[in-house]
């Protein structure tokens, strides 16, 4: 009987760290089934992620497990068919299976909250602030050296403690079926996000319409924008390229085509493009939901359900 109970032991701590382990390399491949990492912010959501693929994998494993276990080890033999042995309740276990999801439950939620806390994601709360704004603590592009560098102080100390450029200010306009951002250093226009890289970044979001949502894959960035607010979002690009800004919100009939591309580059090349662009007359900018829509009005005979309007094509120095 001792033999069997030490084989039990030890066929339960094999186990448990096989689990462990596999789910372990799970949560670390979560990280590939993601687009790259383009904002400073992209991080604290991976490691979210991978945190959670890898809880998840370690309940589903161990739970088969068990099962796989019970069903070859534990089956009756054959041709028995007897009743199995009467087992009464355990005031203990019963304790231990509902503390264990509970404070699982805690756990993620502490977490997830925390990540939301530094990345300065500002929902329906700064609604309810809005005559006191919430200050936003969020991730920064902060050189491995730097890190934990920052103090207690205000925005622009800290952006000078971690070596970044002060904010760079965006105006967003979100409309039926359009996105449009203005530049105020330049006062240039344009229907394509220019984003300096390394450097901090506040988007004034505002809708002209209904409600719609900002947001870019790649920096795992989401906010709603609801009509008659101004949000401020604030985030820091860190990877240079050409990435997708969609409509999160179902905003109407040519939602799809409510997309627009975002462009991250160097400082200079963004001052440098911003310089141009301002040298440009404004000019009404290519719209392929208002296209869509003049194509459909012409048709003679109208197909489908009626539809709001398309807003006109904004006019911009630089139309992307």
Do not use: C
């Not at 998840?56 to 088969?64: A, C, D, E, K, M």
């Not at 909250?113 to 990345?119: A, G, I, L, S």
């Amino acid at each position: 009987m001792k033999i069997q109970k030490i084989l039990n032991i030890l066929t339960l701590l094999t186990g448990a760290i096989a689990v462990t382990a596999t789910s372990l390399w799970i949560g670390k491949q979560a990280y590939s089934w993601l687009p790259p990492q383009a904002a400073a912010e992209s991080q604290l959501i991976d490691n979210l992620i991978s945190f959670l693929v890898t809880l998840g994998s370690f309940i589903f494993l161990g739970v088969t497990s068990t099962l796989m276990y019970s069903v070859i080890f534990h089956r009756a033999v054959k041709d028995d068919f007897t009743d199995g042995p009467a087992i009464e309740g355990n005031i203990t276990l019963e304790v231990v299976w509902t503390a264990i999801p509970i404070l699982l439950v805690f756990w993620i939620a502490g977490y997830s909250y925390q990540v939301y806390e530094q990345m300065g994601i500002q929902g329906p709360s700064q609604l309810v602030h809005l005559h006191n704004p919430l200050g936003m603590e969020s991730a920064y592009a902060v050189p491995k050296e730097d890190k934990g560098a920052r103090g207690q102080g205000d925005k622009e100390s800290s952006l000078a403690a971690s070596g970044l450029e002060p904010v760079e200010k965006i105006d967003v306009l979100a409309k039926q079926w359009a996105w449009v951002f203005h530049y105020p250093e330049k006062d240039v226009t344009s229907t394509e996000l220019h984003l300096p890289s390394d450097h901090r970044v506040r988007l004034a979001l505002n809708s002209q319409d209904v409600l719609h949502g900002f947001y870019i894959p790649a920096f795992r960035l989401k906010q709603d924008i609801i009509p008659n607010h101004a949000i401020d979002f604030e985030f820091t690009p860190v990877r240079p390229g050409q990435y997708r800004l969609t409509d999160s919100q179902y905003s109407g009939t040519y939602f799809a085509t409510m997309q627009a591309n975002v462009v991250v580059e160097s400082p200079e090349d963004y001052h440098q493009w911003l310089s141009q662009a301002a040298t440009q007359k404004p000019s009404p900018a290519k719209n392929q939901a208002a296209s869509e829509y003049a194509q459909t009005s012409n048709q003679s005979v109208q197909t489908g359900w009626a539809t709001v309007t398309p807003a006109a094509p904004p006019l911009v120095n630089s139309p992307g």
